[in-house]
Nanobody, 126 residues
């Protein structure tokens, strides 16, 4: 019922920035939660950020490791959420995934999410 497509990954020098996008098919952003996770080589999938609400009344939460450099945002008219990644470091190299669940609770556990995008690769060089 819900399909998610990520884009915006690529090769970036340390200190650079990227904006990742996640487009949800056939829906507007209300009554659900969308999150970003990432999986680095040899590591388990970890929580990055999550958002719910509307464009003007938005709730967000971040992993401690990305607070400040990362920002999650949404454009409900485009059925799209974004992850602005600033001040990238080599440890930011990972496949980044967006995820979806119905409701309003900001779970940080991957298994709580019902729908997933295909992932987009972010590689940080230094």
């Amino acid at each position: 019922q819900v399909q998610l497509v990520e884009s915006g990954g690529g090769l970036v020098q340390a200190g650079g920035s990227l904006r990742l996008s996640c487009a949800a098919s056939g829906r507007t952003f209300s009554g659900f939660v969308m999150a970003w996770f990432r999986q680095a080589p040899g590591k388990e999938r970890e929580f990055v950020a999550v958002t719910s609400g509307s464009d003007v009344n938005t709730n967000t939460d971040y992993a401690d490791s990305v607070k400040g450099p990362f920002a999650i945002a949404r454009n409900n008219a485009k059925n799209t959420v974004y992850l602005q990644i600033n001040s990238l470091k080599p440890e930011g190299t990972a496949v980044y995934y967006c995820a979806f669940r119905w409701g309003s609770y900001h779970y940080t556990e991957a298994h709580k999410y019902d729908h997933w995008g295909q992932g987009t690769q972010v590689t940080v060089s230094s």
